[in-house]
Each structure stands twice: as structure tokens, then as C-alpha cells.
């Protein structure tokens, strides 16, 4: 793996954190050098501990005498007994040391995998409409729930990496001091090796990393498009062709992850074979050259306990690097998504008294011809407007600007001649009661459903039933705690589409928006809705689009959308 490329990864993490989670990652930074240099003591410490049991004598000679009589020891096994206690002790506060650091890296990756799922979250929640279509919602599930785990995951295998680089330089130095010509031979046998791992390991790895995100995706695009059409699926007997689409997408992300722990294994397998085997043809070399154990044991011995601490440590920093390559891709994704531009909507006030005008409104897709071409109309409070046209040519795309959903290319929207902009466009949503033709519950309560997460008012969640000609089936069974299930599957279309006329008629509406809301009733049951609704709402402004006459019999005004253009009926 290139420098260069570690640091553009890590660039990009950084870009992802914010002020104060820098800031811990670099106390974090400084924690790891202090276990580095804990690490280093706890080898060194069984340094003497080797010569002690080796050369008893050397208690007699330099700083170990003068320690040995500071102590009052007169004998050497007592001493060396208690400097093995000692040695287990301090090891014991290492494995203390070891599980602390582990909980506070992990602490801090977990925090930091909440922190960029919010922030996904928000900046998908204000994305401009016309920018959230052009992904499929399994794509946000997977950003959400599985790329943005991987950016975190990353985090963590940063800290490990520092920590462990901090770690090796620190035992590199201390044997490079000990013996620099041993020592450079080891250096350049493995950085050889290392290059090895890295022309044939690395690249795979990166590849693979990219497989593993692309399936994921399909496999949520399967399972949202399956569960989503049950019935349909069902119908028309596509149960087998969705099994195959998500059998091949796990064949894949499996097969990826396979090949990712196999390369982790391989490459830790061939390190420590290479490490031993220079240990041992080191010792040997020095055996045949000078005949001799004892001046050679505690030099093979230091030896010995570095290779045996960093070897598994340089095997698991090459695993590391892997996992990151692996993530390299998530965080393209993340960071990108979080690049988009949202909108920054405000709650200015907007009066609405008089008037609602389309001027000179025009709209077009950043790709495509214009929908929408100079809508110029004017809508008095209190007026009933119908809105009748072919499917397709922009009845819905126009609802969409009257409720501040999405801005038009050209021309604008002006309420009692104040012109609705991202300042004060929630203000003006907050007077629309909207029901499109295809209602989403989810699976919760009637009550919950039509309340929406605002202020609960029993009684009005009933008269609003009523009103939507729906309150006497729910009352045979739950009355508002009646379950809806997932998308309200467990409702008819039609039943649907009252419990979502409910919902707009709750928040008592200064305009109501109905596009195709009643499409799924019959025309007896249609008309009762409507009365009601009328009936409810005589001070209130209505736009009704519909593709049946019938439906804007009561409009006062009806017209036509033909062409990207609005005619009088």
C-alpha cells in the first residue's frame, strides 16, 4: 500500500470529524505513545530477568550490584523469585492498560459512528428534492446502516496503526541500538517481504473492498424491491428471480470477505515464517562462528522477545491496512454524500389572506425538457380549484412547488404578493395539508399515523376519521390503537388514502392539497368523502387534482395541464 495512499484515507477522515473529535483523536494519539513506550519497558524488563537466570553472577557486577545491595538481598534466587513477581505484576497492569486503551478506542469509534450517522441523516433529510430521486432508497439504507459503520470501523483501524507504528519504532530503535548490523539485515529481509505483500496482496484487497459495497447495494435493492411488492411478486410468480438476483449478490460480498481473511492470514503467515526463520539461522550462523552459547543466548534471547512482539503486531498493522484498503470505498461514498448541498430552510413568517400566484413558473429536471412552461394562475383564499390532465404531464410535479417541496427553474410562487423562498418555505408548510396518491403508513397505530409525531389530541384524531368516512371500520376494532402493520399492509388502498385525507385534515389546514387522493375509491364512496371534506373545509382553500370530472364537480374554478401549460376548463 502507497504512503500516499494511507494519507489521502486518513485526509478524508479527517475531513468526516469535527473540531472537537480532532482534538480527542490527537489525546488519543499521545495515549498510544505512552502504551508504546509502557510496551517497550515491559520487554526490556525481561531482559535482565533472561541474564539473571542465565549468568547468576552478574548480580555482582555494575548496576545490578549496586540495585541488588540498595535492596538487601544476600542471596540470588531470593532476588531473582522476586524479580519474576515483579515482572508479573507489571505484566498484570499491562493487561489492565491493554483492555482500558481497547475500551477507550473503541468508545471514541463507536461515538464517532454516531456522530456521522446523524449528520448523514440530516444532510439526506435536507436534501433538495429533485437531488434525493435520483437514488434508490436501498442506496440510503446502505450508506446509513453500512458505509458509514465502515468510516468508523476506519477510525479505529487509524488508531490501531498509530498506535502500532509508534510501537515498532520505538522496539526498532532499542534493537537497532542493541546490534545495528543484526538488526539491518532483519530490516531489509522484511522490507523486501513486505513489498512482495504489497505488489500482490494490497491491490486485490482494494478491489475486493469495491465488490463488497457494489453487492451490499444490490442486496438491499433486492430485499426493498421484493418486500416492497409482495403481492405483486407473489402474483406473478418472481419469487425464483429474486432469489437468484440475491443469491448472486451474497456470492459476491461473501466471496469478498472470504478472500479478504484469507490474503489477512497469508500475509501474517508469511512475516512470522520469515521472522523465525532468521532468528534461527542467525543463532545457528553465530553457533558454528564462535562455538559458543552462553556469550550469544541473552543477544538471541532479546531477539527473540522483540520478534515475538512485533512480529503478530507488524502481521496485524499489514491486516489493518488491508481493512482500510477494504473500507477506502465507504469512505469515498460517505464523504461525498455529505458533500451535497442541502437546503438551508427557514421559518420566516408568511401571512396568507388574500392570494396564492403562480408567476411566470416554469420547471425542468437537471436533465430533460421543461414539466412545467410559464404557469402563470391565481388562487383567492377560501377558492376551490380542480386540476385535471393526462398522467405524466406535470399536475404532481406542479402540487409539488405549490407546497414547497421542490423551487421552479424560473418564475415564482407568491403568497399575498410575498414570494416563498428557503427563509420562510416552512412557515408556508405548516398551512398545507397534503395528500398525495400513494400513502406510506408505517407500522404503527391509526392514531400514530395520522398525528405524525405532533401534539396528541384524541378527540380530533376521531373527528377527522369521521370526516374521512373511515372512523366506524376502526371502531369495530381497536378505534385509534388499531394496528396498521408495515406500509399499512394490513389496510385496503382505499382505506389507506382516508387515513392519509385523516392526516391532513388533523393539523387544520389553511390549504388543503389533494393529488389523486381519492383514486382508489368508487365513485358512491368518493363523493361521501368529498362532501365531508367540503363540508369541513368552506373557509379553507382547495386544490383538487384528479383524473375523473366527477371528483371537481364541486370545484368553482377547473383546469387543465396540457403540455407543461395550464388552460381554463
Not at 505513545?33 to 555482582?60: D, G, T
Not at 400566484?357 to 425542468?364: D, R, Y
Not at 415564482?412 to 398545507?432: G, H, M, P
Amino acid at each position: 500500500m502507497k504512503i500516499a495512499n494511507f494519507f489521502g484515507i486518513f485526509r478524508d477522515i479527517f475531513y468526516l470529524l469535527e473540531k472537537r473529535q480532532k482534538f480527542q483523536f490527537v489525546l488519543l494519539v499521545f495515549w498510544a505513545f505512552f502504551i508504546s513506550l509502557f510496551e517497550l519497558f515491559c520487554v526490556a524488563i525481561l531482559l535482565p530477568f533472561i541474564n539473571f537466570i542465565v549468568q547468576p553472577k552478574i548480580l555482582n557486577t555494575g548496576y545490578y550490584k549496586i540495585v541488588y545491595d540498595y535492596l538487601g538481598f544476600t542471596d540470588h534466587i531470593t532476588f531473582i523469585a522476586a524479580f519474576g513477581i515483579f515482572v508479573i505484576v507489571i505484566y498484570l497492569f499491562r493487561g489492565v492498560i491493554t483492555l482500558l486503551s481497547s475500551y477507550i478506542f473503541v468508545r471514541w469509534t463507536r461515538f464517532i459512528l454516531r456522530s456521522i450517522s446523524k449528520k448523514i441523516f440530516y444532510k439526506i433529510s435536507y436534501l433538495p428534492w429533485v437531488v434525493y430521486v435520483q437514488k434508490n432508497t436501498s442506496d440510503y439504507v446502505q450508506l446509513m446502516r453500512g458505509e458509514v459503520g465502515r468510516v468508523s470501523e476506519t477510525c479505529f483501524l487509524i488508531l490501531q496503526i498509530l498506535a502500532g507504528v509508534l510501537t515498532l519504532t520505538i522496539f526498532y530503535l532499542f534493537i537497532l541500538i542493541s546490534n545495528w548490523r543484526f538488526t539491518l539485515v532483519i530490516t531489509v529481509v522484511l522490507a523486501i517481504i513486505i513489498a512482495f505483500i504489497n505488489l500482490t496482496i494490497f491491490k486485490r484487497i482494494k478491489k475486493l473492498g469495491k465488490s463488497r459495497v457494489d453487492a451490499e447495494m444490490g442486496i438491499n435493492r433486492v430485499l426493498l424491491e421484493m418486500f416492497g411488492n409482495f403481492k405483486f411478486t407473489r402474483l406473478r410468480g418472481r419469487e425464483k428471480i429474486y432469489g437468484e438476483k440475491f443469491g448472486a449478490y451474497l456470492y459476491v460480498s461473501e466471496g469478498a470477505e472470504i478472500l479478504a481473511r484469507i490474503f489477512d492470514l497469508a500475509q501474517i503467515l508469511i512475516l512470522e515464517t520469515t521472522g523465525i526463520s532468521l532468528l534461527i539461522a542467525s543463532f545457528v550462523f553465530v553457533l558454528w562462528a564462535d562455538n559458543s552459547t552462553t556469550r550469544i543466548l541473552p543477544l538471541v534471547a532479546m531477539y527473540a522477545i522483540v520478534l515475538y512482539r512485533c512480529l503478530p503486531l507488524l502481521g496485524k498493522m499489514l491486516q489493518l491496512f488491508n481493512r482500510i484498503l477494504y473500507c477506502e470505498h465507504s469512505i469515498g461514498i460517505v464523504r461525498k454524500e455529505l458533500q451535497q448541498e442541502v437546503v438551508d430552510e427557514g421559518n420566516d413568517n408568511l401571512s396568507f389572506n388574500e392570494k396564492i400566484v403562480f408567476e411566470n413558473v416554469s420547471f425542468k429536471y437537471n436533465t430533460g425538457e421543461y414539466i412545467l412552461r410559464n404557469i402563470s394562475l391565481t388562487i383567492k383564499k377560501g377558492e376551490k380549484i380542480g386540476i385535471i390532465g393526462v398522467s405524466g404531464r406535470g399536475k404532481s410535479t406542479l402540487m409539488d412547488i405549490l407546497i414547497g417541496i421542490i423551487e421552479p427553474t424560473n418564475g415564482a410562487v407568491l403568497i399575498d404578493e410575498q414570494r416563498v423562498t428557503n427563509a420562510n418555505v416552512r412557515s408556508w408548510r405548516k398551512r398545507i395539508g397534503y395528500v398525495p396518491q400513494s400513502i406510506y403508513l408505517y407500522d404503527g397505530t391509526v392514531e400514530e399515523n395520522i398525528v405524525f409525531g405532533s401534539e396528541y389530541d384524541e378527540k380530533r384524531v376521531i373527528d377527522v376519521l369521521k370526516i374521512a368516512c373511515i372512523w366506524d371500520f376502526f371502531e369495530k376494532k381497536d378505534g385509534v390503537k388499531t394496528l396498521v402493520g408495515e406500509g399499512g399492509i394490513r389496510l385496503s388502498g382505499g382505506q389507506k388514502q382516508r387515513v392519509g385525507i385523516a392526516r391532513a385534515l388533523y393539523f387544520n389546514p389553511d390549504v388543503l392539497v389533494f393529488d389523486e387522493a381519492t383514486s382508489a375509491l368508487n365513485a358512491e364512496l368518493e363523493a361521501k368523502v368529498m362532501d365531508a371534506i367540503y363540508e369541513d373545509s368552506d373557509n379553507k382553500t382547495m386544490i383538487v387534482v384528479a383524473h375523473r370530472l366527477s371528483t371537481l364537480e364541486r370545484c368553482e374554478r377547473r383546469f387543465v395541464v396540457e403540455g407543461g401549460e395550464i388552460i381554463v376548463k
